[in-house]
């Protein structure tokens, strides 16, 4: 008894594990152009420090309404350490560039306040 229970409880978690494993992987093949969300959702990892959708205060850069590729060429140049920076070089190595250009499309088209 206590051995089937144990092994429908195995059986469902595999289940779940193999749901959620093959969903978003085969969601993101399927396409390559970034839904809204994806951008809405990578650019909120930089609302900490440069403000909602890019409207920043007390001295940080902003970055909405920033050119789309003014903003790609600075992350390259953090990423690759030909622009100085406190911290926006370790940042922008753990973005991809397609989510970078995401993400500069994302800011780009953003009003700046
Ligand atoms: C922990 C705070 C922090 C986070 C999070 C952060 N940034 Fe920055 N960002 C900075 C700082 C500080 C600078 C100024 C350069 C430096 O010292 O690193 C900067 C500068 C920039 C610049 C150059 C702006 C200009 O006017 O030249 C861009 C572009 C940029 N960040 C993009 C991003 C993007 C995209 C994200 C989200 C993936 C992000 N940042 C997340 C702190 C942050």
């Not at 089937?4 to 992987?25: C, D, K, N, R, T």
Request: hydrophobic share 45%.
């Amino acid at each position: 008894m206590k051995r089937s229970i144990v092994s429908a409880a195995l059986a469902a978690a595999g289940f779940i594990l193999a749901a959620w494993s093959s969903g978003p992987v085969q969601a993101q093949a399927a396409s390559t152009a970034a839904s809204p969300n994806q951008a809405a959702y990578l650019a909120a990892n930089c609302a900490n420090c440069h403000g909602t959708v890019g409207n920043a205060v007390g001295g940080m850069p902003g970055l909405a309404g920033l050119k789309r590729d003014y903003i790609i060429a600075q992350m390259k140049a953090f990423k690759e350490g030909t622009r100085p920076a406190t911290i926006m070089h370790q940042l922008a190595k753990g973005y991809t560039d397609e989510q970078i250009a995401v993400m500069a499309d994302y800011f780009s088209r953003q009003k700046a306040n």
